[in-house]
């Protein structure tokens, strides 16, 4: 494989002969991938063409089962647990399937991450109203998460991984449940954060989505990845 990165920054993302998959099965074999801070990706690729996997990998959920992956120029397969759950204070996951805290509230599933890095009430407060605003949220703060729509609970999991304003984000088909207005605020969202310098990567089957935002795309097919540059089309 190509190595995808033409970058001269650092990666904050680094695979070298990467295979990963579950149970002795490789979903994807020998990726090469250089991704640089500050960079801009949509992962596409059919359904079942390993984009979960790949990103549960990124995110440090799952170790590669062949090859070398490096995080915040870190090899993962050498760091311990300690070290890992470092990393994972830098990072951001949209997932698939919200993981929220159905029984707390809005409010509580979003401030979450601002309380576990010890941030005041009046601090968090203020950033979690002004975001529940942006969302669209905000007359929503108080209610129980088992009360929402699938949209509502996707926006909410959404807002969670960026409260802490993390250096890397990873979205599994953020835009899956919720309608073209919401989807536009929300990619505007994930601009601003990408402009101030977090890496954004985005797995996404949406067409129209990638063809709209002009950013480089990792396009997965046969167990293999390959990178399209910006202003290149598949």
């Not at 797995?203 to 990178?227: M, V």
């Amino acid at each position: 494989m190509t190595n995808i990165s033409e970058s001269i920054a650092q990666p904050i993302i680094e695979l070298q002969n990467v295979s990963v998959g579950y149970d002795d099965n490789d979903v994807l074999e020998n990726i090469h991938i250089s991704l640089a801070a500050g960079s801009f990706t949509f992962v596409t690729g059919k359904s079942g063409a390993g984009k979960t996997t790949l990103l549960s990998m990124l995110y440090l959920m799952k170790k590669p089962s062949k090859g070398i992956l490096n995080v915040f120029g870190k090899n993962i397969n050498f760091s311990n647990r300690e070290s890992l759950a470092q990393m994972r204070q830098r990072i951001g996951v949209v997932f698939q399937d919200f993981r929220l805290l159905e029984n707390m509230t809005v409010y509580d599933n979003i401030a979450l991450p601002l309380r576990v890095r010890g941030m005041n009430e009046k601090d968090i407060h203020k950033r979690v109203t002004e975001l529940l605003k942006w969302i669209e949220l905000h007359k929503s703060i108080y209610r129980v998460c088992n009360t929402l729509s699938g949209g509502e609970k996707q926006r909410v999991a959404i807002a969670r991984a960026v409260i802490n304003r993390p250096d890397i984000l990873f979205a599994d088909e953020p835009t899956g449940s919720i309608d073209s207005e919401i989807a536009e605020k929300l990619m505007r969202l994930f601009i601003e954060l990408n402009r101030v310098g977090t890496t954004i990567i985005i797995a996404t089957h949406n067409e129209q989505l990638t063809s709209k935002y002009n950013y480089q795309r990792i396009d997965l097919s046969a167990g293999t990845a390959k990178l399209y540059p910006a202003l290149q089309h598949i």
